[in-house]
């Protein structure tokens, strides 16, 4: 797909984009797996980067033997919020002047992710940057989570553009296809500890710099 040639809005995804907590979810994942008795490493969990936890989790509490159920796990895990609350977070070198300069040149920033409000609301206010956002969707306000093109459709509705004047910046294969459904030109973000598959990107960067 070629980059639009009108740029009305650029919409990025938080984890592993914006904000490198994809890691810090991966350790808080394998210390609960911990406490339900399973010692999983890091390879291993990385499975559960961009995915959904009822699909990838219950393989690896099956692999190794856990008692407890996926629903156990997902109680312990409260969504992650332990990381958007307590871990060390900060934005990824340059994208806050980034999300500034397009501001400022008249061009809607929004955000798209399959976490839950609640944490991502959070973590954007103690990273300070919560109003340069214009919108805001997140896992719990769509019904249809990524891949499927609903959450950007929805960005796009709020923000009040079209599809092809859209720039969506995303780490994962899964957002991606999300985005990309969604009629949007993709620019990969690998700047992160963890960097998946973004193949099907239009564009990839590794630096918002």
């Given at each position: 797909m070629p980059r639009p040639e009108s740029l009305d809005a650029v919409l990025f995804d938080f984890d592993g984009t914006l904000c490198n907590t994809e890691i810090e979810n991966l350790y808080l994942a394998q210390d609960i797996l911990r406490q339900m008795g399973a010692e999983v490493s890091r390879e291993e969990l990385e499975v559960l980067t961009g995915g959904e936890d009822r699909v990838t989790v219950p393989p690896i509490l099956e692999r190794h033997?856990?008692?407890?159920?996926?629903?156990?796990?997902?109680?312990?895990?409260?969504?992650?919020?332990?990381?958007?609350?307590?871990?060390?977070?900060?934005v990824e070198p340059g994208a806050?002047?980034?999300?500034?300069?397009?501001?400022?040149?008249?061009?809607?920033?929004?955000?798209?992710?399959?976490?839950?409000?609640?944490?991502?609301?959070?973590?954007?206010?103690?990273?300070?940057?919560?109003?340069?956002?214009?919108?805001?969707?997140c896992g719990d306000m769509v019904e249809n989570r990524k891949p499927a093109p609903d959450p950007?459709?929805?960005?796009?509705?709020?923000?009040?553009?079209?599809?092809?004047?859209?720039?969506?910046?995303?780490?994962?294969?899964?957002?991606?296809?999300?985005?990309?459904?969604?009629g949007c030109y993709v620019i990969a973000y690998t700047g992160c500890d963890i960097v998946q598959d973004v193949s099907a990107a239009d564009e990839v960067i590794n630096s918002f710099c």
């Open positions: 033997h856990v008692a407890g159920t996926i629903d156990d796990y997902e109680r312990l895990r409260d969504d992650c919020y332990r990381t958007y609350a307590e871990a060390s977070l900060s806050t002047e980034l999300l500034d300069d397009l501001r400022a040149r008249g061009v809607k920033v929004g955000l798209v992710s399959m976490t839950v409000s609640r944490c991502i609301l959070t973590a954007l206010a103690r990273l300070g940057i919560l109003s340069r956002f214009d919108a805001i969707v950007y459709l929805r960005a796009m509705e709020l923000l009040g553009v079209r599809p092809s004047a859209c720039v969506a910046v995303e780490d994962s294969p899964t957002g991606i296809a999300s985005a990309k459904a969604a």
